[in-house]
């Protein structure tokens, strides 16, 4: 994985695991242990979810760049779909809390969403390539007289 990636991953995972952490130790004083279980599950679950989109996207956007954007919105789509499938699912377990865990999703979700935003804008990611071997001679661009 190219370090640039790296990094956005970093700078978007990591509020999104602190925001968990808070929502487990909140969690974990209002509801009790399940509670704090239920929203580390949320927030691993939405790390996990999401940052394998943000992998899979960075290395659409290097391979077929013309469906960058189309498969953004494919993907954001797909991912909400995925969370809400898997909240579904877990809606009446007795591992972890249901409500701790949803709000947990959520919220991490949220930031992830909102760290990813601002990461992308901060990055300064080349969108033309610059090729080292025919930068080296200046083209001729107008009429020769």
């Known amino acids: 994985m190219p370090s640039n ?6 700078k978007v995972a990591v509020p999104t695991a602190a925001v968990g952490a808070v929502a487990a130790v ?8 399940k509670g704090a279980v239920g929203s580390v599950v949320a927030a691993v679950v939405t790390i996990l979810f999401m940052g394998i989109g943000l992998i899979v996207l960075q290395r659409t956007a290097k391979s077929l ?8 919105l494919m993907l954001y789509a797909a991912q909400i779909l995925l969370l809400f499938i898997f909240l579904a699912a877990f809606k009446n377990t007795s591992l972890f809390h249901p409500k701790a865990f949803a709000f947990t999703l959520v919220a991490t979700t949220l930031v992830w969403i909102g760290a990813q935003t601002y990461a992308h804008m901060k990055s300064k990611i080349l969108y033309v390539e610059p090729d080292s071997s025919e930068g080296s ?3 001729k661009t107008g009429p020769s007289s």
């Open 5 to 10: 990636d790296v990094r956005i991953l970093a």
């Open 26 to 33: 909140v969690s974990g004083l209002l509801v009790g242990g």
């Open 65 to 72: 760049p013309h469906l960058f954007q189309a498969m953004g």
């Open 137 to 139: 001679k200046p083209e």
